[in-house]
């Protein structure tokens, strides 16, 4: 039982192509992220959504567009994308988000090569 | 100064050597804190939570000074399979991770 699902696990694209990476969660949680982990590995919060409400929005270009269309999915659709989104994207969980006091469980990640 | 800093190592170390890590923060405000241990092309993994008191499991040992603003972790008797990366997490609204911490650990 994966707690934390993601598609695709690998995604492969050229520059300006529009692509969706999707997560789920069975763990009953309300508050759900995405994080990019660059090729430093140096992990980053991107967006995150409490019971389907963005909560935390980053400075991430407006090409990135996060979608939750309840509160056991989110999504992330990137527009017109670009070399330097190349890295891994997580998806993560927590049972809450009452200013970070809860543990996150992540996804499998999903790594992104644009060439 | 960056938000959270960590020394990235790598630390190698024999197997049954202790090894301890810092974890150095800014904002006097946060929160929350853990550690958690990524394996090479895998997802981070949460380890444990940090406390003021301290707290223990097994091996691991964590500790949080807040006067000094930095958590430490403290690993016992290392095995092989402690080999991974150890990331810190510190929160005040938001989750913000060290660049993470690389630990060898050699027969």
């Known amino acids: 039982d994966t707690a934390v699902s993601q598609t695709p696990k690998y995604l492969v694209t050229q520059m300006g192509n529009d692509k969706s990476i999707k997560c789920e969660q069975n763990l009953g949680h309300d508050t759900m992220y995405w994080y990019k982990q660059d090729s430093k590995k140096f992990l980053k919060i991107m967006f995150s959504?409490?019971?389907?409400?963005?909560?935390i929005n980053e400075t991430v270009p407006n090409r990135f567009s996060p979608k939750s269309p309840d509160k056991a999915h989110l999504n992330l659709h990137i527009n017109s994308l670009e070399l330097g989104d190349s890295a891994v994207y997580f998806c993560?969980?927590?049972?809450?988000?009452?200013?970070?006091?809860?543990?996150?469980?992540f996804g499998p990640g999903t790594r992104l090569t644009v060439t | 100064r960056k938000e959270v800093e960590q020394d990235p190592g790598p630390f190698n170390v024999p197997e049954g050597a202790t090894v301890a890590f810092n974890c150095t923060y800014s904002n006097s405000a946060s929160q929350s804190f853990f550690w958690y241990r990524q394996d090479c092309r895998k997802e981070p993994k949460l380890l444990m939570s940090v406390y003021s008191s301290g707290n223990e499991d097994g091996r691991f040992t964590a500790q949080l000074n807040r006067a000094s603003q930095y958590i430490s972790l403290l690993i016992r008797d290392s095995k092989l399979s402690d080999s991974a990366t150890y990331l810190c997490v510190v929160t005040s609204y938001i989750p913000t991770f060290g660049r993470g911490t690389s630990l060898i650990v050699h027969p």
């Open positions: 993560a969980s927590s049972q809450d988000h009452g200013m970070g006091n809860y543990e996150q469980y």
């Open positions: 959504y409490n019971n389907k409400e963005l909560i």
